[in-house]
């Protein structure tokens, strides 16, 4: 005759399991993409890259959603991501980035993406959307262009200038920054603040003599300059000339710009310098809305924090950070400060 244990079953065992992996955090990202549901989307696949960081998959699939959201440059984070990953696995990555090159207006990126793709896959998926790519470029590039909505006018091409440097500024790749800097120098001359970048890129790149020689005589042409006050006291900081860099710092701490973007600089020139302190206070004063497209706040932020003991609010920032810019992980790491 059966024991009472023997008689009674386990109240749980046919309940069924929530999954909170990765794999299902996908598939409710793909369904809310596939409804249009954007934010819901970016939500879920966010989760999936939580559990998954390297899954190429999901970061290929929320770079699509960036996409499609024309977040252009969030989504080429995500493939180069996946491509400093998983090398040459996943060739479709050129074939997106030459896509969201070629929407930025950066077609001579584009076109290189579109050729590394047909390189890497002679016979690839997208082998002929990429042809067509590069035939559309070509045309762009080198043809006159009879339909007017396809030209781009001198604001435009003023506003992707801009943006493609600061988004190579952002991304420390100093070689990339220079070249753009340089058109940008050229065609827009009365643009002042493309000289200041291009030196600090100069000197980021090695050139630092011919960086120091071009912001000392600038700052002789306009002794006020707020961007070669703070290029030069980082110059001078990190070439070893103390005395130099005190002058000029002095005039600074008490200077309280009024753009956000200006406060920025001086809050990440306190940091560079070893004034974390001072920085956390010039960062904690930049309205959070204002900063969010800005890495190199996130980045020089925590940093500062983090000299100032204040390692569990770094944390958290750079955590929050990775969210919007995940190539900042990157940078940590190469500054050697995780």
């Known amino acids: 005759m059966p024991t009472r244990s023997e ?82 696995d996943y060739v479709d990555c050129y074939y997106l980035l030459a896509n969201n090159h070629a929407h930025l207006g950066l077609f001579y990126e584009a076109k290189r993406y579109a050729n590394l793709y047909l390189e890497k896959d002679t016979d690839g998926d997208f082998k002929e959307e990429v042809e067509d790519l590069i035939k559309v470029i070509n045309q762009v590039m080198f043809e006159e262009i009879e339909d007017e909505d396809v030209e781009i006018d001198d604001e435009d091409e003023f506003i992707i200038y801009q943006e493609t440097a600061f988004f190579h500024l952002e991304h420390e790749e100093w070689g990339e920054a220079l070249q753009v800097l340089e058109d940008l120098m050229t065609i827009y001359p009365e643009y002042f603040p493309a000289k200041h970048e291009y030196a600090y890129a100069l000197f980021q790149l090695g050139d630092r003599e011919e960086a120091l020689t071009l912001e000392e005589g600038w700052f002789e042409q306009d002794p006020q300059s707020l961007h070669s006050r703070i290029n030069l006291v980082y110059f001078y900081h990190q070439l070893g000339l103390g005395t130099k860099r005190d002058y000029l710092y002095s005039c600074l701490e008490n200077t309280y710009p009024t753009y956000d973007e200006k406060k920025m600089k001086l809050a990440i020139l306190m940091a560079q310098i070893g004034q974390c302190q001072s920085a956390v206070e010039r960062f904690e004063r930049i309205p959070k809305g204002k900063a969010a497209n800005y890495m190199s706040y996130y980045l020089w932020y925590g940093y500062a924090l983090k000299q100032t003991g204040q390692h569990e609010r770094a944390e958290q920032l750079w955590h929050k950070a990775k969210q919007q810019h995940p190539v900042i992980e990157q940078l940590i790491k190469a500054h050697q400060w995780d």
């Open 7 to 88: 008689q009674t079953t386990n109240p749980t065992e046919n309940i069924a399991t929530f999954r909170n992996d990765g794999d299902f955090y996908f598939s409710c990202g793909i369904k809310a993409f596939k409804r249009k549901n954007f934010k819901k989307a970016e939500k879920w696949l966010k989760k999936a890259i939580d559990h998954a960081p390297t899954n190429a998959l999901y970061l290929c699939q929320l770079s699509v959603l960036y996409t499609e959201l024309h977040q252009y440059h969030l989504a080429n984070d995500l493939l180069q991501k996946v491509l400093e990953t998983h090398d040459d």
